[in-house]
């Protein structure tokens, strides 16, 4: 077993000889691995307000994309990158429009989402003002 070298604020944030910031050294493949566990994580968190949705083959290292299948019947497809969730197109919202949360781009394009989303947070409230 190797002892691993003292761990310095230096190297933990990539900070190069002269002190400023050095871009991450993490491998493409696990960026575009991050981006598409993340989004499978939010996606399924999701899922009570979903009809499903199913993962995209990857188009490049730094996003994932799905195609999400709303309540209301509609099929759109949604790519996470480092700026955020995004809709690719859909004819209720403006497409390029970046979102923190995916919770937030779904309310915006999917009202069934929104009811579902209210009368699931409500009925968990309501459990536990019984317990």
């Not at 691993?4 to 400023?20: K, V």
Request: charged content about 20%; cysteine-free.
């Amino acid at each position: 077993m190797y002892a691993s070298p003292p761990r310095t604020p230096t190297s933990l944030y990539n900070l190069d000889n002269y002190g400023s910031l050095s871009p991450p050294t993490f491998p493409l493949s696990s960026m575009s691995s991050f981006f598409t566990a993340e989004l499978e994580r939010s996606l399924r968190e999701q899922s009570f307000g979903l009809a499903g949705f199913e993962p995209m083959r990857p188009t490049g290292s730094l996003e994932a994309s799905a195609h999400v299948s709303l309540l209301e019947g509609e099929v759109v497809t949604i790519t996470l990158t480092s700026r955020g969730y995004q809709l690719v197109k859909n004819h209720r919202t403006q497409a390029g429009k970046v979102y923190e949360a995916i919770e937030a781009l779904l309310q915006s394009v999917s009202p069934a989402y929104e009811r579902k989303r209210r009368d699931t947070l409500f009925s968990k409230l309501e459990k536990l003002s019984y317990a």
